[in-house]
């Protein structure tokens, strides 16, 4: 009972900071970067594998946020909207100059395998799962992020990253395989 | 046990298991609240009475749609001389063609841009060769679609996070590209045979 008392507390909160940025109040937002930046950063550097470019991808993320708050209208929660706004930000890097020199595009069937990421994740970070994800093509990892981690169902997913449900089934089952095998041979090694 | 079970839809996979227990929270090395105060300070958010919304940009959408379509009919089809054109011309026309401007919103890549401008070079040496009323007909398509753009821009400037919005502003600008290339590859509408 507590917990949902905690809960509805925070919601309240959050709905009070969205309402009051809305209005232009600056210390508003920074409040609500606050509570939603360590969410924003980890999908980022999920998606990018790249600390630096997830930085730049999360102030785009919150600044573009505080363009567009006062169209922002409730009938997702603001962290999903949040959510939605960063993986824009990753895919539209991801298309740019930039980004390709960074990582190759995201295929939509998924057959794609000539991209290797060597992530720059902190080496102490246990070799399994996150490396693992961070080592797959960008179209496996975006969907293993968002369904895997964050837990967007197939539909969510598709809606963000803009592709039928069934491309976002299929790169799960191919993101399975793939990391089936890395962590296999690392277990052996 | 090495293998991950792909078989049973709803049987738990240990891997997607793995994942759902890290910390959905990572932070940053440093604070980036600095920079974003800095960026956002002074700038103003988009009004919440701006008109352009959905249904600008749904109707904008079809209306690009609708036109080229209707351009594309007139293009191809044989020129009966006793039938009108389908955009009728009353005024002198031009020959100078202002390609679509996206906006700051569209998410459109330098590649793409560079990709319509390749095409446009080639349609432009085209375009001077069409009837004066193919080129009106054009041109209003082109200002259609520009209008079209825009309120779509507009609209992704308050939902960025709209994944419909961009599918509009990628179907304005594949109309903008089928335009080109349909000026291009037919032979119809030219004031003298090539």
Known sequence: MRQVTVLASAVDSSVELVTRACRGDMGAFEDLYRQHVGRVYGLCLRMTGQPESAEDLTQDTFVSAWRSLPGYEGRSSFSTWLHRIAVNAVLAKRRSPQGRNEVSMTDEIGEQMDFEAESTMDEATPIDIERAIAALPPGARDIVVLHGIYGYSHEEAAAMLGVAVGTCKAQLHRARHLMRGRMGSEART | ?194
Do not use: C, H
Request: aromatic letters at 6%.
């Open chain 2, 1 to 194: 046990m090495n293998t991950i079970p792909f078989g049973p839809r709803n049987e738990p996979d240990p891997l997607l298991a793995k994942a759902a227990e890290l910390p959905k929270d990572v932070a940053p090395a440093r604070d980036l609240w600095p920079s974003i105060a800095a960026r956002i300070a002074g700038e103003p958010q988009q009004a919440r009475s701006r008109s352009f919304g959905w249904p600008a940009a749904l109707a904008a959408g079809f209306l690009v749609a609708s036109v080229s379509a209707l351009l594309t009919w007139g293009l191809m089809r044989d020129t009966d001389p006793a039938q009108p054109p389908p955009v009728v011309i009353a005024e002198r026309v031009g020959t100078a063609i202002v390609p679509v401007s996206y906006g700051p919103n569209s998410g459109l890549t330098s590649k793409e841009i560079v990709a319509r401008d390749d095409l446009l070079a080639r349609f432009q040496e085209r375009f001077t060769e069409l009837k004066p009323e193919t080129r009106e007909a054009i041109q209003k398509n082109l200002a259609i679609i520009q209008a079209a753009a825009n309120e779509i821009d507009a609209a992704l400037a308050k939902d960025p996070a709209s994944g419909m919005l961009k599918s509009l502003l990628v179907g304005a600008y594949k109309q903008e590209l089928q335009l080109y290339s349909t000026v291009v590859t037919s032979s119809d509408g030219f004031t003298r045979r090539t």
